[in-house]
């Protein structure tokens, strides 16, 4: 084959080469032009870095940064990152030269007979000694681009385990501030059943007086006995579950339940946080999972040209530069270089390489489909907490109001029992409507700061590309 013929062959493999090159698939999903549960647009802001400070509270920010600097899972997340920069670094190397200095010394000697032609001495010289300083490089030209795309897929994933870190930081801190407001809510609705635990013993107090004057039955007394044992139950069950809550955010902290300071907030002194949602198609760069899922596709495609490469013929350069002598001082006297090519090209392998391929193609097609997947489940995130926020509001109104008429139902029975102009009836039905309707205020009043905090979490918390 003459040098032409050659080059053009080269050209052509080149050619072919670059053309087999994968780019990363489109997601194929068109994002909605409005979210559907947001009722109109939003003036907000979009989330920022710091989003939980939207609550103003002090205590939830002491805890936010605890929790930065002492969960587990956080730091876990960090040694994945640093790994993952080790492995890009890795990845890298090759697409440079590589060189090694080696010095050897060695003797030989003789113990008995006269030698073979295995070895440096022999009966009339049965002591040898040598020395050799080598310096070697060796490199494989990058024909098809296999070394470049390794180096690629290790920089996509280096990206990925940076996004799940900041995905794993986005997670802790909505946990945190999910088991803060429902500790607090708990620690309500434990006033709440003392309080009327403390009305139910007050209402006992005047059953058992008119009991003993005979204007009230024995019926009516075993009732309202019945209804504070009730009362009674509710407190130690609330004060279990505020523990539990507890143990819950210390573990999140990082810390024992014991090293968790006594908090002194209140629920209702917490500020309800005017989040802007944006437009559906900002999503796709505000959430480090759906960037994650994207970089691992990357990945993915620079894989698939990897193992294209495997089954192609490779190139490797080699030259020794090196001296010896017999003494360690003349070391340098006698130099040499070496200069090697090697073309290697698989033959036979059983199949091996192209099932490489293979399963390289079948790991981007399921990357491609969990990228789709990411995206949709962040339009459904959003869409979910937006509906959760505008449902809790519509609610909130009136239960407001069913708490108001429940407490003035209560008063009005009382004071008429009192007086001899109600039954008691009047009274525990009153009494339970109202403890109800607190209990279900206080249930409310969590559902929407949850879920400000689902929403924030849905939008990336104030995330984004590149930061």
């Given amino acids: 084959m003459t040098l032409p013929s050659r080059i053009s062959l080269l050209t052509l493999c080149?050619?072919?080469?670059?053309?087999?090159t994968p780019s990363t698939p489109e997601s194929g999903i068109t994002a909605p032009q409005a979210w559907q549960g947001e009722v109109e647009p939003s003036s907000a802001q979009l989330p920022s870095a710091q989003w939980w400070r939207a609550f103003a509270s002090s205590e939830l920010d002491r805890l936010v940064e605890r929790a930065r600097l002492n969960a587990h899972d956080l730091a876990a997340a960090t040694a994945r990152v640093r790994q993952a920069q080790a492995q890009a670094v890795i990845a890298g190397a090759p697409l440079l030269p590589e060189l090694n200095?080696?010095?050897?010394?060695?003797r030989q000697r003789l113990l008995h007979g006269k030698g073979n032609d295995q070895l440096d001495v022999s009966s009339n010289e049965r002591t040898s000694t040598s020395f050799d300083l080598k310096l070697s490089a060796s490199y494989e030209i990058d024909f098809w681009g296999g070394l470049r795309a390794a180096r690629t897929s290790a920089m996509h994933s280096l990206d990925a385990s940076r996004f799940d870190r900041q995905t794993v930081e986005l997670t802790l801190v909505s946990a945190v501030a999910d088991s803060y407001l429902q500790g607090l809510a708990l620690a309500e609705q434990l006033n709440i059943a003392r309080l009327n635990l403390r009305n139910a013993r007050d209402v006992l107090g005047l059953v058992e007086a008119r009991q003993r004057t005979g204007s009230a039955t024995r019926l009516e007394l075993a009732q309202q006995r019945s209804l504070v044992a009730a009362q009674e139950r509710q407190v130690p069950l609330f004060e279990q579950k505020w523990q539990d809550s507890q143990v819950t955010l210390a573990t999140l902290l990082?810390?024992?339940?014991?090293?968790?300071?006594?908090?002194?907030e209140a629920i209702?002194?917490?500020?309800?946080?005017?989040?802007?949602?944006?437009?559906?198609?900002?999503?796709?760069?505000?959430?480090?999972?759906?960037?994650?899922?994207?970089?691992?596709?990357?990945?993915?495609?620079?894989?698939?040209q990897v193992a294209r490469a495997a089954m192609l013929p490779k190139l490797t350069l080699g030259a020794n530069l090196g001296s010896g002598a017999n003494t360690f001082a003349r070391v340098f006297d006698s130099s040499f270089y070496t200069l090697t090519a090697g073309l290697v090209a698989p033959v036979f392998n059983n199949g091996r390489l192209r099932a490489s391929r293979d399963l390289a193609e079948a790991e981007q097609v399921e990357l491609l489909?969990?990228?789709?997947?990411?995206i949709l489940a962040g339009f459904a995130d959003v869409e979910k907490a937006l509906n959760a926020i505008h449902g809790v509001d519509r609610q909130r109104q009136w239960q407001d109001e069913e708490v108001q008429q429940a407490r003035l139902a209560f008063d009005l029975a009382q004071q008429r029992y009192g007086a001899g102009a109600e039954t008691l009836l009047s009274v525990l039905e009153t009494q339970r409507t109202l403890y109800l309707a607190q209990d279900q205020q206080a249930q409310l009043r969590l559902a929407r700061l949850q879920g400000s905090v689902a929403l924030y979490k849905a939008l990336g918390g104030g995330w984004k590309v590149g930061q």
Avoid: F, K, N
Avoid at 14 to 20: F, G, I, K, T, V
Avoid at 369 to 374: A, K, L, M
């Fill in 14 to 20: 080149l050619s072919l080469a670059a053309c087999s």
């Fill in 101 to 106: 200095l080696g010095l050897d010394g060695s």
């Fill in 254 to 264: 990082g810390d024992p339940v014991q090293a968790l300071p006594p908090s002194r």
């Fill in 268 to 304: 209702d002194a917490l500020q309800w946080p005017a989040i802007g949602s944006g437009i559906p198609s900002e999503l796709l760069s505000r959430r480090p999972d759906i960037a994650a899922a994207e970089a691992r596709l990357a990945a993915a495609s620079a894989d698939v």
């Fill in 369 to 374: 489909e969990t990228y789709r997947g990411s």
